[in-house]
């Protein structure tokens, strides 16, 4: 095969890969459409506890850690900065509107090694898990920058209360 046969095998797998890539994205897009993360401002009042920056690595289905779920402005790993307040955790990653997560809406959290194609080490991610909806529960990986993943999650834990979270935080 000549040098240019080659070059337009290559080619043609390379296109091939891509749009089975585009593919799978548009399917999961279409399966999640219907899940979407509740933006707004922190609530006027609200007293902030803690902020953290760092790394915003995904969003999965509840104890499925490699299936990430395409939810708009969720979807992508990014730099995030995340406030918790008495009121609930706002999350505002770069180029997207803030979510908030109400305190009514968040059910646990915990520390975390592998998210998607994220592997660290032992404990090295903070997961939040809070309701998308009445039904589902969905688990956010962070992992912060200047603190640690403990530190993160005792912070969240520190606003939940059994009331609000069915289960100990």
């Known amino acids: 095969m000549s040098q240019q046969g080659a070059l337009l095998v290559m080619v043609a797998v390379a296109v091939v890969l891509l749009a089975l890539l585009v593919w799978g994205w548009s399917r999961r897009v279409r399966r999640d459409r219907g899940l979407t993360a509740p933006r707004g401002d922190i609530p006027a009042g609200a007293a902030s506890?803690?902020?953290?920056?760092?790394?915003?690595?995904?969003?999965?289905?509840?104890?499925?850690?490699?299936?990430?779920?395409?939810?708009?402005?969720?979807?992508?790993r990014s730099k995030a900065d995340l406030t918790v307040t008495d009121a609930g955790v706002a999350i505002d990653l770069t180029g997207?509107?803030?979510?908030?997560?109400?305190?009514?809406?968040?059910?646990?959290?915990?520390?975390?090694?592998?998210?998607?194609?994220?592997?660290v080490e032992p404990d090295g991610l903070a997961r939040i898990e809070w309701r998308i909806d009445d039904d589902t529960i969905v688990d956010s990986y962070f992992r912060p920058q200047d603190a640690s993943a403990r530190a993160l999650a005792d912070a969240v834990a520190a606003i939940l209360t059994p009331t609000t979270t069915g289960h100990d935080a």
Do not use: C, M, N, W
């Not at 915003?56 to 509840?62: E, F, N, Q």
């Not at 997207?96 to 592997?119: E, K, M, N, W, Y």
């Open 96 to 119: 997207q509107p803030r979510v908030f997560l109400p305190v009514s809406r968040l059910v646990g959290v915990a520390q975390a090694t592998v998210a998607i194609d994220r592997v």
């Open 49 to 76: 506890t803690a902020v953290f920056s760092g790394l915003y690595v995904a969003t999965t289905k509840h104890a499925e850690p490699l299936e990430r779920l395409a939810i708009a402005g969720l979807g992508f």
